[in-house]
C-alpha cells in the first residue's frame, strides 16, 4: 500500500512571511494525483491545492503552491503571504489512477500556527 | 448542493449503547468513505464503497463496527456495543470514482462514549 508522510507535526510562520510544509510518499506507480487539504478549528476539510504525477508544471491556487519533485517523491506546500485564516491543520493525500478503488491514502498532518 | 451531510453532528452515549451515525453524499458521487479522526491515532480510514458496495472494510477496528449503504444518496455507520474509546470524531466523505475526483468532507459527527 501507498504510505504518505509528513515529517513535521507542528510549523509556525509569521503572518505575511512564507512557511512549507513537507509530504512525501512511496508508490511503485507513475500516474497518480496528489492533494493537500486544510482543516481549520471547524473541522471542516477544505481541498487546497491538487496536482497530478504526469503534469511537470507545479500547480497553484492563489497564495497556495506545490514543489512537486516526482523524482525524489516529494509534494511539498508552499504558503505565500500567510494569514491568520491559514491557521489549520494540513494534510497531504495520495490517489492511485490504477486502482480501482480509488482510495485516498492521508499523511498524519502537519499543524500550522500563524503569529500575528 | 448542500455538500456531504452528516448526522448528529454530536453524539454522547453510555459505553454499551448502540450508536448510528448517517452520512448523505452529494449527488452523483458514487464513492463513498468513512474516516474516525482521533488525536493518537489521527485520520483513519475505516471503510470505503464503490457504487453502494464495500472495497475495503481493513479499517474497521472490530466486529463492533459495521457499516451500509443501502443506496447511492445515503450510508450509516453503527458500532454496537460502544466503547470508551471509540470516542472521536468521525467523518464521511464522497468523490466520484475517478481518481481526479477530489473527497469531500462531511462536517463529521463528535462522538463522545462515557
Known amino acids: 500500500a501507498q504510505t504518505v508522510t509528513q515529517s513535521q507535526p507542528e510549523m509556525s510562520v509569521q503572518e505575511a512571511e512564507t512557511v512549507t510544509l513537507s509530504c512525501t510518499y512511496d508508490?511503485?506507480?507513475?500516474?497518480?494525483?496528489l492533494f493537500w487539504y486544510k482543516q481549520p478549528p471547524s473541522r471542516q476539510m477544505i481541498l487546497v491545492i491538487r496536482?497530478?504525477?504526469?503534469?511537470?508544471q507545479n500547480a497553484t491556487e492563489n497564495r497556495f503552491s506545490v514543489n512537486f519533485q516526482k523524482a525524489a517523491k516529494s509534494f511539498s506546500l508552499k504558503i505565500s503571504d500567510s494569514q491568520l485564516g491559514d491557521a489549520a491543520m494540513y494534510f497531504c493525500?495520495?490517489?492511485?489512477?490504477?486502482?480501482?478503488?480509488?482510495?485516498?491514502?492521508f499523511g498524519t498532518g502537519t499543524s500550522l500556527t500563524v503569529i500575528p | 448542493d448542500a455538500g456531504v451531510i452528516q448526522s448528529p453532528r454530536h453524539e454522547v452515549t453510555e459505553m454499551g449503547q448502540e450508536v448510528t451515525l448517517r452520512c448523505k453524499p452529494i449527488?452523483?458521487?458514487?464513492?463513498l468513505f468513512w474516516y474516525r479522526q482521533t488525536m493518537m491515532r489521527g485520520l483513519e480510514l475505516l471503510i470505503y464503497?464503490?457504487?453502494?458496495?464495500?472495497?475495503?472494510d481493513s479499517g474497521m477496528p472490530e466486529d463492533r463496527f459495521s457499516a451500509k449503504m443501502p443506496n447511492a444518496s445515503f450510508s450509516t455507520l453503527k458500532i454496537q456495543p460502544s466503547e470508551p474509546r471509540d470516542s472521536a470524531v468521525y467523518f464521511c466523505a464522497s468523490s466520484l470514482s475517478g481518481p481526479a475526483g477530489e473527497q469531500y468532507f462531511g462536517p463529521g459527527t463528535r462522538l463522545t462514549v462515557t
Open positions: 508508490t511503485s506507480e507513475s500516474d497518480y494525483y
Open positions: 493525500a495520495y490517489r492511485s489512477v490504477l486502482n480501482t478503488g480509488n482510495q485516498f491514502y
Open positions: 496536482q497530478e504525477a504526469y503534469k511537470q
Open positions: 449527488s452523483g458521487h458514487n464513492s
Open positions: 464503497f464503490n457504487n453502494n458496495v464495500p472495497i475495503d
